[in-house]
Antibody, heavy 129, light 107 residues
Framework: QVQLQESGPGLVKPSETLSLSCSVS??????????WAWIRQPPGKGLEWIGY???????TYNPSLKSRVTLSVDTSKNHFSLRLDSVTAADRAIYYC?????????????????????WGQGALVTVSS | SFDLTQPPSVSVSPGQTARITCSGD??????AYWYHQKPGQAPVVVMY???ERPSGIPERFSGSISGTKVTLTISGAQAEDEGDYYC??????????FGGGTKLTVL
């Protein structure tokens, strides 16, 4: 059974970098049918997808955050990471790491399959000086 | 990209049928997924590929699609079904899109 656990500072100063790691257990991050995602949720608000990364290192980012986000995978440690630069108060949120089941579109199946089948418990990150 | 629109809230009495809708222009060509989030917990997928129910999700949950609208139906809603429900889809660039969420109240 897959388990994901976020770790990292709960408080980041404005203009600095938010860094979180997600430890994966019960399955290898090199799984061929999954990739690894970050999703955030400001307290009391809805879900916002940040991006996802394959074990190959290939990434896809939310266009609204792309200029500030870097995702990476460390297969030797079986974990993946989020880096968000130049944070502001608007980045205060619960950050979830997640496993994304993916079947990419093909000519025979133009509608790919992308959904989260496992979530971490979430980590609240506050931005304040 | 496209937007997914959900009603902010839905209320039903215990045992009644709850229907939560999600509208989006690309839903006829992109799958929709549904997540249930209870307070203080991470979301859980309750429907995938429009109408597929994951193992462990009660049979009272079902999904349907009609045109640009998908519907999550809970037949015989129970108190434990309360919480926020989010629909999600993907655009043709592989960008995930979430609806704004619907708060389901069972009382």
């Amino acid at each position: 059974q897959v388990q994901l656990q976020e770790s990292g500072p709960g408080l980041v100063k404005p203009s600095e970098t938010l860094s979180l790691s997600c430890s994966v257990s019960g399955v290898s991050v090199t799984s061929g049918t999954h990739c690894w995602a970050w999703i955030r949720q400001p307290p009391g608000k809805g879900l916002e997808w940040i991006g996802y990364v394959f074990h190959s290192g290939r990434t896809t980012y939310n266009p609204s955050l792309k200029s500030r986000v870097t995702l990476s995978v460390d297969t030797s440690k079986n974990h993946f990471s989020l880096r968000l630069d130049s944070v502001t108060a608007a980045d205060r949120a619960i950050y979830y790491c997640a496993r994304l089941f993916v079947v990419e579109p093909t000519s025979s199946m133009p509608s790919g399959v992308y959904y989260v089948d496992s979530w971490g418990q979430g980590a609240l990150v506050t931005v304040s000086s | 990209s496209f937007d997914l629109t959900q009603p902010p809230s839905v209320s039903v009495s215990p045992g009644q049928t709850a229907r939560i809708t999600c509208s989006g222009d690309e839903l006829p060509s992109q799958y929709a997924y549904w997540y249930h989030q209870k307070p203080g917990q991470a979301p859980v997928v309750v429907m995938y590929k429009d109408t597929e129910r994951p193992s462990g999700i009660p049979e009272r949950f079902s999904g349907s699609i009609s045109g640009t609208k998908v519907t999550l139906t809970i037949s015989g809603a129970q108190a434990e079904d309360e919480g926020d429900y989010y629909c999600q889809s993907v655009d043709n660039s592989g960008f995930l899109i979430f609806g704004g969420g619907t708060k389901l109240t069972v009382l």
